[in-house]
């Protein structure tokens, strides 16, 4: 599907429902079709997708500034350290 010259050995694409083999397909392109769950309409909501980003001029995007691990913490009303220590009290119990 890719094009590309695996390096490694290819999959044996196969439906899921059916089970019914579909063709050898390099390794990215067995798991890209898994993440997608096999849905035709996702993989091209996903090409609308690129394909829309990448006509934006960068200078256009607007980015959010990334919150500090402190502020994110305040926001949370406690630290990761905390949620950590709690859910290993929670699993001990």
């Known amino acids: 599907m890719c094009g590309e ?8 694409d196969h439906n ?7 063709d050898l397909i390099c390794t990215n392109c ?3 079709l898994g ?3 096999e849905d035709p309409a ?9 394909e829309r980003h990448a006509q934006r001029d960068p ?8 919150p500090s ?3 994110l913490q305040r926001e949370m009303g406690h630290t990761l350290n905390e949620s950590v ?7 001990e119990e």
């Open 42 to 50: 996702i993989l091209r909501a996903m090409a609308e997708y690129l």
């Open 85 to 91: 220590d709690r859910r290993t009290t929670h699993s």
């Open 30 to 32: 067995n798991h890209a």
């Open 69 to 71: 691990a402190p502020s």
């Open 16 to 22: 899921h429902t059916t089970n019914a083999i579909r």
């Open 5 to 12: 010259k695996p390096d490694q050995r290819l999959c044996v």
């Open 59 to 66: 200078a256009e995007v607007k980015y959010a500034p990334v």
């Open 35 to 37: 993440k997608a769950k």
